[in-house]
């Protein structure tokens, strides 16, 4: 049995094999998903899993050097924001944090690896992690 904290192996596959500077976005159950990129549907009803539930795993084994948010969750999901950066301090992780409006946010996740859907039901609930180096 796999011994680190990931679990879900279709999730962990796609972190194992994402090169420098891609990347793979995590979204709440509302994010429309781009047909050509690759869904990872972990939503069992609204709520489970929550985001920050799938969002510290991944940061486990995934090196981040860049995060993509949209700008409205500043006003509209404070509380999301700041539960997001404090996982990312659990984690050790200071990644650059690029700001968009939710439209553009949508259309970066085209170029994603994978996106992970969860089933947070919180408005914009979504981020992209782009991949860093461990060297």
Not at 9 to 18: D, T
Not at 78 to 100: D, G, H, Q, T, Y
């Amino acid at each position: 049995m796999k011994k680190s904290r990931l679990l879900n192996s279709e999730l962990s596959y796609e972190i194992s094999k994402i090169g420098h500077t891609a990347h793979i976005t995590l979204c709440d159950a509302g994010l429309p998903i781009p047909r050509d990129v690759k869904r990872i549907d972990l939503a069992v009803e609204a709520g489970l899993p929550s985001f920050i539930s799938v969002l510290e795993p991944i940061l486990s084994e995934m090196q981040v050097e860049e995060i993509i948010l949209a700008e409205e969750i500043k006003d509209k999901n404070p509380e999301m924001l700041k539960n997001i950066m404090r996982a990312f301090e659990r984690a050790n992780m200071s990644p650059k944090i690029v700001w968009v409006k939710h439209e553009e946010f949508k259309k970066i996740t085209k170029e994603s690896e994978a996106i992970v859907r969860t089933g947070e039901c919180s408005p914009y609930s979504n981020v992209i992690l782009k991949s860093g180096v461990v060297f």
